[in-house]
């Protein structure tokens, strides 16, 4: 067997699948996205790529703030519709029977059926042509069920069974394989 | 059991652990990196987050291009040794017995053994304080290996054994959980 080319195409793996949700006024909304990344560690800053004509992204732009969760299994369905319906037509907190939970950094509402969030301050949004703008935001609380946590108190993402995006779909966590120190 | 606060921290899951090569004159590298992710769909596009006393940061900036190659279980060695050591001291290529490789659309070097590399052009840097600068680049060719296609001819993640990175933890792909058609 050989390598092929393929035609260009954002093609990174493994993709998160994070459920960003926001507000802005008497407005909110949440949106599904795998364009998301680390960029620094200090301070901790994220970069998400959304479209312009998302509805989300006005909240965001106007708010300055957004809240980054990770979703576990029992989060699938919010995944499907956050990701597929526009906020401008539904309130998907309550189409999804989510709890909208008050941060201790940002006033955005934050999915409290979530094992893990990230609360953000917009830092900038970063113009560039074609289909998305990057929003960068500095990640300036992280809420965490304390349950997932292992002996050294970090987050263990197969105990919290985060989910895993690439391929078109969505995969468990997988097995252990070596730790960084090694 | 309840949720609890925690410090501020880059804490995205998963993470994709990318070994980023890079040549400039008679330098060439290769990084490990956790700090990355897709910015925008079209055109296809890439973020990385690189401290700027890397040695891979001035290679990229000057040439203007790298190579992403998303590692399998078999390059972990390369893994470790390139997110531990620096190109300054040792060619990476050589000291790994990697295979470094001509691109289609880029002149740094790719690595032979990986089952996917995008080939991207450097479209800017954006300078941030603190400890990174996020390196934006255009993704211009996908390379691939040809037995991890699926039926559809997409790149099948857990065919592919790509390994993910999470708390502070290297891990196998998991198993399939829905599609996003669903």
Chains 1, 2 share one sequence.
Not at 19 to 43: F, N, Q, V, Y
Not at 164 to 177: A, I, K, M, P, V
């Amino acid at each position: 067997m050989g390598k092929i080319n393929m035609d260009p195409q954002p093609l990174l793996l493994p993709l998160p699948a994070v459920l960003a949700s926001c507000a802005h006024e008497d407005k909110r909304s949440i949106i599904t996205l795998a364009w998301a990344g680390i960029i620094s560690s200090m301070p901790p800053r994220i970069g998400l790529g959304i479209r312009p004509q998302r509805f989300s992204y006005n909240l965001i732009a106007a708010s300055g703030e957004f809240a980054v969760s990770l979703p576990d299994e029992n989060l699938m369905k919010a995944v499907h519709v956050c990701g597929s319906k526009s906020g401008r037509e539904i309130d998907k907190f309550k189409e999804l029977g989510l709890t909208p939970v008050r941060g201790k950094e940002i006033t955005s509402p934050i999915i409290g059926e979530a094992p893990v969030t990230l609360e953000c301050k917009l830092d900038r949004i970063v113009e560039m042509e074609g289909s998305h703008h990057l929003f960068i935001g500095e990640i300036k609380n992280v809420l965490v069920e304390e349950n997932i946590l292992n002996e050294e108190g970090r987050v263990d993402p197969k105990k919290a069974g985060i989910i895993t995006f690439g391929g078109g779909n969505y995969w468990r966590w997988g097995s252990f394989l070596e730790s960084r120190q090694s």
